[in-house]
């Protein structure tokens, strides 16, 4: 029996990892819909190669370009919000949840609701939605499968052991490129070298996350939904080699730990094939050439995002989703080359002080609080550069 999948973002740094995965085993998985925001070109050669039934392009205009890109190939074009919206709900067996972004928040949501796998390594729609995603998927009995590699590693380090056993989840964190600099030195940081990991190869948003260390708090706010210890037993620990994942500390004292190359097909296989296990094309871990595995405690003072985020972990409510937002809007901005590298967090500490929002009910009320965050992270750039 074939599984059917769908890769929401499949023109992207996991979206590829994943489909180079199913693509090696087409017998055990067929394609049901691929994404992507607007790569026409990417998307379209893609689904001929996965031999997918539906692509979606989620910007509309783009929709007669897609229909031409797939002509004769027999695949589906569709286009729009409202078309991801579907493709998420047309009963896929297993959907890897990989926009960028709270962009991918409805069509998580859709595929949560549809009740299936959701492979989820899109986490900021965890980050802005947290309870209501794990709800959503409590009642329709969705699995809720982490790929982040930190949170597949715990997933991992858990099974087979009761919550209530766990004493400590340490949250392993390269540091990014510039674990070693001062506040200073970072000044004139530049976007080429925020995008430059030294560890792992990503999409430009989450490398400028690991580069401000927002990244390790966004997956912290990720780690306390997932697994719900409490905020106060989850820490970071700075390990610049990315070997060890992450690590699970049980009450006996007892610590298990996921070790693996730094390569995202090795997390997205376990969610692929779990409960299973299938062959990956990954570097088998070489533990005498790497020699030796470092460790030290994060520096909050140098990288404020570690503050921020656990700041707005402990309040809950709206201020993880404004949190995201801000961060968005100014990770772009520097980006596009319009703010500095600790701009960045100050922007986000700002947007948190001038905007607050009532605990979300639903998910308009976190699309409403993502919309005024970003509209508020844009009023603070515009004070800044007057
Ligand atoms: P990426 O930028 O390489 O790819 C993003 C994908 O989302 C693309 O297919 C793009 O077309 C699509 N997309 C972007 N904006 C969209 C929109 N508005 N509407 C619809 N689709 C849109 O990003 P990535 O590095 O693959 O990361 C994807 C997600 O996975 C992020 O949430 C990231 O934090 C998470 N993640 C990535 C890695 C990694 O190694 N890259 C590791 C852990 C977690
Ligand atoms: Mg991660």
Known sequence: MTRRISIFGATGSVGTSTLDLVNRQADTYSVLALTANSDVAALAAAARTARAELAVIADEALYPSLKDALAGSGIEAAAGHAALVDAARA????????????????????ALEAGGAVALANKESLVSAG?????????????LLPVDSEHNAIFQCLAGSRIQDVSRIILTASGGPFRTRSRQEMLGITPAQAVAHPNWSMGAKISVDSATMMNKGLELIEAAHLFPVGLDRIEILIHPQSVIHSMVEYRDRSTLAQLGSPDMRIPIAHALAWPERIATPCEPLDLARIGRLDFEAPDAERFPALRLTRAAANQGGAAPAILNA???VAVAAFLAGRIGFLDI???????????????????EDVLLADATARATARQVMESLAA
């Open 91 to 110: 009963g896929a067996d297993w959907t890897m949840a990989a926009i960028v972004g709270c962009a991918g928040l409805a069509p998580t949501m859709a």
């Open 131 to 143: 309870a209501l995603m794990m709800e959503c998927a409590a009642s329709s009995g969705a699995t």
């Open 326 to 328: 801000a961060n968005e």
């Open 345 to 363: 967090a100050m922007i986000v500490e700002e947007v948190l002080t001038r905007y607050t929002a009532p605990m979300p009910g639903r998910i």
